[in-house]
């Protein structure tokens, strides 16, 4: 079973040398490697030049790149999937690392278990200390309590034949991963830490504000709510995600940053339905 590995990358000239020498380890001759450069503006053009005549020797995977202005994460991952060639699609933060056994370990388990999506553990990383994962979770509880897709890969024909994609915005994998749930026939899970996530300065995360969760709370009930009514599980994962996490950020910001982002969304009125009906 091959992959189609896709990297977003943006302004990523600090990291990109060490990320890309990680996945180089891990993919094998017929995977892809598919790199969306999305307007940068540093040396990362230049640093994936240098790496690649370094590597050019010993590269036997495809190596597809592809440079615009797709704007984010959201839009760089459509855009790699619809350049995806093989069956099983994957993806990986430009500052992470993967173990070297990661792609082969998760398609082989793709192949005995006949599950279209295939999870593993991961390593939360930052410089002091480090945290191993095993997010073996049901589908719709992943959703919200796994959250991430790169200790994934996931079936091409899941994700194309059902037109899942990315939506922009905060939490972009929490929605991708609910729309894999709706949709998945089984998911496997490998215990055993494949992915490494570097927690740093520069992450993405770490300027996100009580809005954006609520931007993206109130748009999931909105968009699938008919969904969520219909399938008990899913239901309950979303609503204790959201009093779990709401709980977390008036642990992190001002009581009225959180009410007003609460507010503005609707979120309070989402949680007060939902209290009446219980």
Known sequence: MSLSLVMPVHNAARFLSKTLSSVHEAL?????????????????EAALRSWMSAHSDSVSYEISVDVGLYGGVAHSRNRGISLA?????????????VAPSIYKTLT????????????????KRTAQSFEVVYPDLAP?????FGIFVWNSIFSKSLIV?????????YG????????????VSRQAFVREPLYFWHIHDFNQHKVRRPVDFAARAAGIFQRHQSYLAAVPNAEAAYYRWLHDYTSYLKTQFSPKEVADA?????????????????
């Open 28 to 44: 094998r001759k017929d995977d892809q490697l598919i790199l969306i450069l999305d307007g940068c503006t540093d040396n990362t």
């Open 85 to 97: 060639s093989r069956n099983w699609i994957g993806f990986i933060d430009h500052d992470d690392s």
């Open 108 to 123: 082989d388990k793709a192949g005995s278990s006949g599950a279209d999506v295939v999870r593993g553990g991961y390593v």
């Open 140 to 144: 719709e509880a992943y959703s919200f």
């Open 161 to 169: 034949d059902n037109g899942i994609s990315f939506l922009p915005g």
């Open 172 to 183: 972009e994998d929490y929605e991708f991963n609910f729309e894999v749930s709706k949709f």
């Open 262 to 278: 609460l507010g503005v969304h609707g979120i309070a009125e989402i949680l007060s339905a939902q209290s009446r009906r219980c």
